[in-house]
Structures are given as structure tokens and as C-alpha cells.
């Protein structure tokens, strides 16, 4: 009986254990477990024993009886106070497992809301370091981009129109699709007086002025850029050099179209220089000058249409005697523009108004070109 007592209100100790002993030991538990439900199922012979067995007195018999009444009374009350001890133990266990569950549901959900935030922050540290790096590339003064940028994309973009080259290499250059880039240098007539008549304040006014008009006549795919002073680049992309000189048209005209105002009843009339060259500067020997060179061409070109009278285009480009001869070429032997291997393209500007005396600058000399 008190072996049945241990084996039915100690559980948690077979159970503490067997979590520490080897398997023999867990099995001779297991046993002792199958021994108790043994003596369970013997009370009823038990029972039959002792009101049908031997030839005891009726005196014997009835204790007998009552003894193992007693017995199963005994084991009753012990089966149920055990099952009543491990369904506490199990609404325990099912009470830590809702618990653990609620938990892992509150941690989830903060983990999510982390991950959320986490992808939040960086977006927006993201969309900060795009805006951080779009003011540096963009010019404060006029909004457009600066030089840095143009410097930024310039190897890719040259790099791109190099691998056309290279792809076609051998086959007809001239029937490629047109993928070149064009530079264009715009130059503003007489800037200077500007400052000295008006006072920079007025002069940076016109710069934005000239930025405005110069948005309106390029391309979404084109990049304008503010060089340095008053000069502005334009890196025309997939462009026909064929079709550059009516592009100047465009810029001359509408810059001289109609007056500046800068504000303060200050109104000036201007027009713009445009020197331009194209890279590869020849089909031919696509790989004779780079794309620095090219601009520095264009700059040239610039300085060509100043000295000319101003107020108009000038493009050098190569001739047909420049691909054949791929050595004879350098930008010392090319920025004059003259033949064998360049010539120059000049595009007058179509709207020549004569403006009010108040609205005419002084000239200023022709500066040099320091290529």
C-alpha cells in the first residue's frame, strides 16, 4: 500500500528523474508504473478471494470484505487525487503555454515594428543622402547641375558611347545609330559689364535669367550644367552632330530674343557665344581623343565664336582626311579648327535686334584661349 502511495502522489519525482537517469533507469520506472495498474486490476479477485475463499469462518469472510473495501476505497480516493493532480499540472502547463505564447506574439510584433521602423530609417536615410547628394552636384546660384556632376558621370557616359564604337568596330560607322555626345559651351556677351554697371547682385539674377531660358530649349536626356562664371555646358546625350548647328540656332535666339529683367527696373539686353564639338570627335578614330579632350575642344570653339563678332555658333568638327590619319590627331593640331583634319561650322543667330542704347554693353576684349 505505501509503495502504491509513492507511485501514485509522487509523480514529479519519477518524473525529475527520469530526466536525469539513463534509459535502464527510465524503463525500470516505466515497470514500476505498469506494477501499480497490475494492482488496480487484482482489487476485484481480491475481493472475490475474500468472500469465496478457503473455508474461513462468515466472521473472517465479512473482514475479509470490509478490509478490502478499505483497500479499494483507499485506491480510489489516491486514483483521483492523483488525476487531480495532473490535471493541475496540466492547466499549469497549459497556462505557461498560453503565456509563451502571448509572449512570443509580443515579441513578434515588436520585431515586426522594428523591422518596420528599421526599414522606415533607412529610406528615409536613403532619400536624405540622395538629397545631400543632389545639393552637391547642383549649383546654388542658378539650380542647375555644377561641374562636380558632370565630372561624376562623364567616365560612364564616354564609356558607353565607346563600347558602341568598339562593338561596331569593322563594320559601317556611319550607319550606326546616332548614340553620340555633344558639348556645348554657352557663353554670356559682355557679362562683365553687367557686375560693373549694376553690381553683382544684379548679375547673379541674370544668371538664373540665362539658366531659365537655357531649361527650355534642352532636352529632358540632356544635362545642362553652370561651368564657372557665366559660362554653361550642355552634354547633349544620343545626339547627331548633324543636327547640333540648329540647336545653337535655337540657343542664339532665344537668348537675344528679348530683354532681361533684372529687377529694380534694370532691364539688359544680351546675347550668347556657343562653342560646341562632339565625342568621338571622328567616327573614324573614335579612340583618338577622349571625352575631356572634347570639351576642351568645345571651349575652343567658344573662344572662335568670340573672336568672330560674338553672338554666334561655332562647331569644330573633323574631316574625312581625320579618320584615315588617327595618329595625326591631338587637340593641339585640331583646337584651330583648320584643315587637313578639322574644319569649323558657324551658325549666325537668327534674331540680330538691335536694342535700345540703355540695353548695350561696352565690348570687352576677347580673352585668350588658355587651351
Not at 523591422?115 to 549649383?139: A, C, G, P, V, Y
Not at 548679375?203 to 557665366?230: H, I, M, N, P, Y
Amino acid at each position: 500500500m505505501v509503495w502504491f502511495v509513492r507511485i501514485g502522489f509522487l509523480p514529479r519525482e519519477i518524473m525529475a528523474e527520469n530526466s536525469f537517469e539513463e534509459v535502464p533507469s527510465q524503463g525500470y520506472e516505466i515497470w514500476k508504473a505498469r506494477l501499480a495498474m497490475v494492482a488496480v486490476f487484482i482489487t476485484p479477485l481480491m475481493m472475490a478471494w475474500a468472500q469465496f475463499g478457503g473455508d474461513a469462518p462468515q466472521s473472517v469472510r465479512r473482514y475479509r470484505l470490509l478490509l478490502t473495501v478499505a483497500v479499494m476505497l483507499v485506491m480510489g480516493v489516491l486514483v483521483f487525487v492523483r488525476q487531480h493532480l495532473l490535471d493541475q499540472e496540466l492547466l499549469s502547463l497549459l497556462r505557461l503555454s498560453k503565456q509563451n505564447l502571448d509572449e512570443m506574439c509580443r515579441l513578434k510584433d515588436e520585431l515586426e515594428n522594428k523591422e518596420h521602423s528599421l526599414r522606415w530609417h533607412s529610406l528615409e536615410l536613403q532619400r536624405k543622402n540622395l538629397e545631400l547628394q543632389e545639393i552637391s552636384f547642383t549649383d546654388v546660384l542658378t539650380g542647375v547641375w555644377n561641374r562636380r556632376y558632370l565630372e561624376e558621370i562623364l567616365t560612364a557616359e564616354a564609356g558607353q558611347v565607346l563600347r558602341n564604337y568598339q562593338r561596331a568596330r569593322g563594320g559601317d560607322v556611319r550607319k550606326m545609330d546616332h548614340r553620340d555626345l555633344v558639348f556645348i559651351m554657352v557663353d554670356m556677351d559682355f557679362f562683365k559689364e553687367v557686375n560693373d554697371r549694376h553690381g553683382h547682385p544684379a548679375g547673379d539674377r541674370l544668371l538664373q535669367l540665362v539658366a531659365q531660358r537655357l531649361s527650355t530649349v534642352v532636352r529632358k536626356s540632356d544635362v545642362l550644367v553652370r561651368w564657372g562664371g557665366e559660362e554653361f555646358l550642355i552634354m547633349s546625350r544620343s545626339a547627331d552632330p548633324s543636327g547640333i548647328p540648329a540647336f545653337c540656332n535655337r540657343i542664339l535666339d532665344v537668348m537675344a530674343s528679348e530683354p532681361f529683367d533684372l529687377g529694380q527696373g534694370i532691364s539688359v539686353g544680351k546675347t550668347c557665344s556657343v562653342g560646341w564639338a562632339a565625342y568621338p570627335w571622328s567616327r573614324g578614330a573614335f579612340e583618338a581623343i577622349c571625352a575631356e579632350e572634347s570639351i576642351a575642344l568645345a571651349d575652343a570653339a567658344l573662344y572662335r565664336a568670340k573672336a568672330l563678332g560674338r553672338n554666334q555658333g561655332v562647331g569644330i568638327v573633323a574631316t574625312d582626311a581625320a579618320g584615315k590619319n588617327s595618329e595625326s590627331i591631338s587637340l593641339v593640331s585640331i583646337r584651330e579648327g583648320n584643315p587637313p583634319l578639322a574644319r569649323t561650322i558657324r551658325t549666325e543667330c537668327p534674331n540680330r535686334k538691335t536694342f535700345p542704347q540703355e540695353f548695350r554693353e561696352t565690348p570687352e576684349p576677347v580673352k585668350k584661349s588658355s587651351l
